[in-house]
């Protein structure tokens, strides 16, 4: 009796966790800036995103911009900047917390998606740029006026859904694409998504 009860400790201290990881990576939560909230922790716990806005124009040139993101690694208690925008974005960590999407909407006809990587010696990828050197003559994404690329989930540490909307002269009454991007790699379309 007492082994029975012994192993159903073992194992439930081994499923829980796993269970609450798999909820965390498929409950992921994007996080709007500025907002309610001005800071988001990593799911592993090491760093905390934090947004800074900008309180006078001396504080808007040293951010950089009317918002400035700092990543504090709780683990050396470093803090540093990492970007700065204009308007508003939308921040998503990856389900282990080592990278992270931003989907930076700079203006009113258009928005980029950036990718930040702690975990390695690169430091980040602009997938605006990965595009135009993988599809420059995809005239939806770069022959409208209005074309917002978001990042909208990860599906692991190496691969993300991307959606590219917009609309003008070669598409009138708009588009939307959807792909799965393998990072640093390439992006493979995917079909109906809802």
Request: proline letters at 3%; one cysteine or more.
């Amino acid at each position: 009796m007492m082994n029975a009860h012994r192993w159903l400790i073992i194992i439930t201290s081994i499923l829980v966790p796993l269970y609450s990881f798999a909820a965390t990576a498929g409950s992921q939560k994007v996080m709007q800036f500025p907002g309610e909230s001005s800071q988001i922790a990593s799911p592993n716990g090491r760093y905390i995103l934090v947004n800074v806005d900008s309180e006078s124009e001396e504080h808007t040139l040293a951010l950089g911009g009317n918002h400035a993101l700092y990543l504090r690694d709780l683990r050396t208690s470093k803090e540093k900047k990492i970007y700065a925008y204009g308007r508003k974005v939308e921040a998503l960590w990856s389900p282990r917390g080592n990278r992270l999407m931003i989907s930076d909407y700079g203006g009113s006809d258009y928005a980029n998606c950036l990718i930040f990587f702690f975990d390695t010696e690169r430091t980040s990828i602009d997938v605006q740029e990965q595009l135009r050197e993988r599809m420059r003559h995809n005239k939806s994404i770069f022959g409208n006026h209005h074309v917002y690329i978001v990042g909208t989930e990860w599906f692991s540490e190496k691969r993300v859904k991307i959606k590219i909307f917009g609309h003008g002269n070669i598409d009138p009454h708009g588009f939307t694409l959807w792909y799965e991007y393998l990072i640093g790699d390439g992006f493979k379309k995917l079909g109906y998504v809802q």
